[in-house]
Structure formats: structure tokens, C-alpha cells
């Protein structure tokens, strides 16, 4: 009689020895996932890239004199005179719309912001001129205008 209680207490004790044996293993398990999913997240670079600064508008030709083109999708409006050639930011120096062409240069239609051909605040909110952009030549012939470059106010491109 005591013999089969010890029985029943031993085999008690071996199963619940099983099952911590088998719940630590679990959570061994689970912390060493946890740990190669974090070092795998971790190296996998974050960074996000906008859309680039410098890019192609198109060969001089396209641009006659006289022209003021403005290119919405990248907010510039491309200046040419003669044989000079310029790129004049058409984002508003206010709240950030893009301004439109007008007779006498530029105008904002968010809050009636105006500019003159040059970009000078001449009405409204805006604190800052129309910022002008490097515009340059590349080896294949295409214009470049690169936005990440802030040129001073009536500095052509002779082409
Ligand atoms: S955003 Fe152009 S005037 Fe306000």
C-alpha cells in the first residue's frame, strides 16, 4: 500500500518535472525567435528616400526664347532669354502651393501671394522670394536642375 502511494507520488513529481522541462524549453525557444527577429529587423536598413533633387528637364531646344515653362510635377518653372537659361522655384514661400504663371510673373492661388517675373514678393503673405535653382548642362545634353541648390536671384545658365 505504501509502496503503490510512493508509486503515484514519483510519477506526480516526473510529470510535472516534464512539463517545466517542456514550458522552459518553450520559452528558450520563444526568447531566442524573439531575439533573430529583432536582430533581423534591426539590420535592415530604415532609410527612406524622397524623390531626388537633381533631375533632367529636357534639351535646350525644347525651351525657346521668351519661354517661361512651368513644370508643375517638379515645381519649377524653366526661364530662357536668348541664350540664357534659368529655373525659378514655384513653390510658394508661404504655406508651400505651387504658384501659377501670371502676366506680371507669378501668383499663388491659396492666399493671393504675388511675384514678379523674378520672383520678388510684390502682394500678400509670402515672407521670401521664389528661390532660384542651379540649373546646369549635362554631358548628354539634357538641362539639369538640381532644387538642393539655391542659386542668387538672376543667375543664368549661358547655353
Ligand atoms: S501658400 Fe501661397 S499665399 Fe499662402
Redesign the pocket.
Known amino acids: 500500500m505504501n509502496s503503490t502511494k510512493n508509486d503515484v507520488q514519483a510519477s506526480n513529481e516526473t510529470s510535472r518535472r516534464n512539463l517545466l522541462s517542456w514550458l522552459s524549453s518553450v520559452a528558450l525557444f520563444g526568447s531566442a525567435l524573439v531575439s533573430v527577429v529583432s536582430n533581423l529587423v534591426f539590420i535592415k536598413p530604415r532609410a527612406t528616400y524622397g524623390p531626388p533633387t537633381r533631375f533632367a528637364i529636357g534639351k535646350p531646344e525644347e525651351f525657346p526664347s521668351g519661354a517661361r515653362i512651368s513644370l508643375e510635377a517638379r515645381r519649377v518653372c524653366v526661364v530662357r532669354e536668348g541664350n540664357k537659361v534659368a529655373a525659378i522655384a514655384t513653390t ?6 505651387i ?1 501659377g504663371l501670371s502676366e506680371t510673373g507669378f501668383a ?6 504675388r511675384f514678379d517675373q523674378d520672383g520678388v514678393v510684390t502682394g ?3 515672407p521670401k522670394p521664389l528661390p532660384w535653382y542651379k540649373i546646369s548642362l549635362a554631358p548628354n545634353g539634357d538641362l539639369e536642375v538640381d532644387t538642393a541648390l539655391e542659386v542668387k536671384s538672376g543667375t543664368y545658365l549661358n547655353i
Open positions: 510658394c514661400t508661404h504655406l508651400g502651393c504658384v499663388c492661388p491659396c492666399h493671393g501671394s500678400g503673405p509670402a
